[in-house]
C-alpha cells in the first residue's frame, strides 16, 4: 500500500522557496522557516506572493511533486509541470473513451451516483448523530431531502444519456444543499447557509466550502497525474482550455465526504470562528491568515484518518482516497476492470 | 520506516571535516537533524539502501564511525524528547 506522503502550505507573506541539498527550504524574511527532506513530500501548495527557485521547480517536476501556486481565497493560479510522462497507451485510452458516449456514460454514471449516495450518508450521519435536536418540521424536511437523495441515486443509475446525469446532479446539489444549514445546528448566526454561492462566496460557509474544494482540487490533480492520466480529459465536466476536468470528476464522489463533512464539523465543534473570516467592500467573504491556516491543519488531520475502502475492502487513510480512485479508473481504462466503481462511503 | 543515524568522524585527520560535510550532507538528504551529529531519517526500504551505501562511501572507516538504529514503522513511539532543539513533525501538519 502507497504511503501518505506529506504536502506543505506555505501561507507567509513574500516567502522564498529553494532546494538545498535534497531539502526544500521555505524563507521569509532572509531566515529559514523550515525544511523537509523533497522525498516525503507529494505536494506543496503556496498561497500570497510566494517565489520558487528554478532548482526547485525542476527538482518536483522530475519527482513528480505537484507544485502550485494558489490566491489567499484557494483560487488555482498556476503549477509547475514537468516533461509529459506516464503512460500514453493509457492516456490514448482515456482520449478514445472520452469521446465515445457509449463508454463513458457508465463512468459519469458512476460517479453522480456515488455523489448522491454520498451526500444522503452525509445527511443520515447529521441524523444521527443530533436529528433529536431538530423540530418535527425541520426533521421532515431533513427526512424528505434524505429519501429524495436515496432516490435521485438509484434514478441516475438507470440513466442513459450525460445531460440526462447532469441534471440529476443538479437536483441533488439542490436537495442537499437546501438541507445543509439544518445540519449546522451549533452555528452561530454569523456561521449560517444562505445557499451555494461562489466567485466570490457571499457568506462564510461558503467561503469555507470553496477552500476545502480548491484544496480537494489539488489532491484529485496530484492522484490523476500520480497514474499518468490527463487531468484535463474528463467525462462528466466538458473539455476548456485551462480546466482540469477530470480532477474535478474525481472530485465530485469525493466532495461530500472529504470537503463537506470537515466543514460541519468544524464550524460545529467551534473549530472555526466567524472572525477567521473576511468581508471585503463587495460582500466577497474569504478567509483570514489564521483561518486558513486552522483549516489546513484540520484537513491534513483528516487527510490521515483511515477508512476501509469499500471496493478494495482494505483500510487506507482518506488522503489516498483520490490515488486509489485514480488507479481504479486508470485499471478500467486499460480495460482491467470491466466498469470503475466509484467510492461510495459507508 | 524510521531509521536512527550517528557518526562519529574524526576531524583530525586529513580529509575530515571534508568527510563530516559530505557524511552530514547525505543525512540531511533523507532525513532531519535532531542533534549535532544524529539524524532520524523516514524511509522506505529502497531508500534506506541508498542512503546506506552513500554514507558508508563517503567515511574513512579507519578513523570514522557510523551507528544506524532501526526504529521502525512505529518508531515515532519510542521517542522522546525533552529540552531545547525542538524538531519537526515532518509527517505531521506542514504549515510556513
Request: charged residues 30%; contains cysteine; proline residues 4%.
Amino acid at each position: 500500500m502507497r504511503r501518505l506522503l506529506n504536502t506543505i502550505y506555505v501561507t507567509s507573506e513574500d516567502a522564498w522557496l529553494r532546494k538545498d541539498g535534497e531539502n526544500l527550504v521555505v524563507e521569509a524574511d532572509g531566515k529559514e522557516r523550515g525544511r523537509a527532506p523533497l522525498h516525503a513530500l507529494e505536494g506543496v501548495v503556496c498561497f500570497n506572493r510566494t517565489g520558487a527557485s528554478p532548482a526547485l521547480m525542476a527538482a518536483c517536476a522530475e519527482k513528480a511533486i505537484t507544485l502550485s501556486f494558489l490566491t489567499p481565497e484557494g483560487r488555482f493560479q498556476a503549477r509547475v509541470e514537468g516533461a509529459q510522462t506516464g503512460n500514453v497507451l493509457l492516456r490514448r485510452a482515456q482520449y478514445r473513451m472520452a469521446d465515445d458516449p457509449s463508454r463513458s456514460v457508465p463512468i459519469v454514471r458512476g460517479i453522480v451516483t456515488a455523489k448522491a449516495a454520498n451526500q444522503r450518508t452525509v445527511l443520515l450521519r447529521a441524523l444521527r448523530d443530533h436529528g433529536e435536536k431538530l423540530e418535527t418540521p425541520q426533521r421532515k424536511a431533513f427526512e424528505d431531502a434524505e429519501a429524495r437523495l436515496g432516490r435521485i441515486a438509484r434514478r441516475t443509475a438507470e440513466a442513459e444519456t450525460i445531460d440526462v446525469i447532469r441534471g440529476f446532479e443538479g437536483e441533488a446539489a439542490n436537495v442537499y444543499f437546501g438541507v445543509f444549514d439544518a445540519m449546522l445546528h451549533a452555528a452561530p448566526r454569523e456561521l449560517r447557509f444562505g445557499g451555494r454561492s461562489r466567485r466570490p462566496p457571499l457568506d462564510r460557509v461558503n467561503a469555507l466550502l470553496s477552500f476545502l474544494y480548491a484544496m480537494l482540487g489539488h489532491d484529485c490533480r496530484s492522484a490523476l497525474e500520480g497514474v499518468g492520466l490527463d487531468p484535463q480529459v474528463g467525462f462528466l465536466h466538458t473539455d476548456r482550455p485551462g480546466r482540469a476536468s477530470l480532477a474535478l470528476d474525481l472530485m465530485e464522489e469525493l466532495r461530500p465526504v472529504l470537503a463537506d463533512r470537515l466543514a460541519l464539523t468544524m464550524i460545529n465543534r467551534g473549530q472555526i470562528k466567524a472572525r477567521d473570516f473576511v468581508v471585503d467592500a463587495g460582500g466577497a467573504i474569504s478567509l483570514t491568515e489564521d483561518g486558513r491556516k486552522l483549516v489546513l491543519i484540520a484537513w491534513q488531520e483528516r487527510k490521515k484518518r483511515e477508512l476501509r475502502h469499500p471496493f478494495l475492502g482494505e483500510s487506507a487513510a482518506m488522503g489516498l482516497v483520490a490515488h486509489l480512485q485514480a488507479r481504479l479508473l486508470s485499471r478500467h481504462l486499460r480495460g482491467d476492470l470491466d466498469g470503475y466503481p466509484p467510492f461510495i462511503w459507508r | 520506516m524510521l531509521m536512527l543515524v550517528t557518526y562519529d568522524v574524526s576531524t583530525s585527520s586529513p580529509g575530515g571535516s571534508r568527510r563530516l560535510r559530505r557524511v552530514a550532507r547525505a543525512c540531511l538528504d533523507f532525513g532531519q537533524r535532531v542533534q549535532n551529529s544524529v539524524f532520524e531519517c523516514e524511509v522506505d526500504p529502497a531508500q534506506w539502501v541508498a542512503l546506506r551505501a552513500r554514507l558508508i562511501a563517503e567515511i574513512d572507516e579507519k578513523e570514522d564511525s557510523l551507528r544506524f538504529y532501526r526504529l521502525g514503522a512505529e518508531g515515532k513511539r519510542r521517542i522522546e524528547h525533552i529540552g531545547a532543539k525542538p524538531v519537526l513533525d515532518l509527517d505531521g501538519p506542514l504549515l510556513f
